[in-house]
């Protein structure tokens, strides 16, 4: 997972982890959170999940709860 800073492009940060530990959902609400607080704004890729669950997923943590059931929520 790479997480770049809006204030200073030159600097990238790299979240390291053994699998399953959580870095994606992580990364996913510090995005939410920095930009409901601070106007950030992200632009996101991933690789392990379609745009449209990825989607689902941020407007989850936005809403602080969940839209519908789904296998990922269990």
């Known amino acids: 997972e790479i997480?770049?800073?809006?204030?200073?492009v030159e600097e990238v940060t790299i979240v390291t982890g053994v699998p399953?530990?959580?870095k994606s959902e992580w990364l996913d609400a510090l995005a939410v959170n920095l930009a409901e607080s601070a106007g950030w704004r992200f632009a996101m890729a991933s690789?392990?999940?379609k745009p449209r669950d990825h989607?689902?997923?941020l407007l989850e943590k936005r809403a602080?709860?969940?839209l519908l059931e789904a296998d990922y929520a269990r």
């Not at 997480?3 to 200073?8: I, P, T």
């Open 47 to 49: 690789m392990e999940k």
């Open 20 to 22: 399953n530990s959580g």
């Open 64 to 66: 602080r709860k969940p």
């Open 3 to 8: 997480l770049m800073s809006r204030k200073n």
């Open 55 to 57: 989607a689902r997923q």
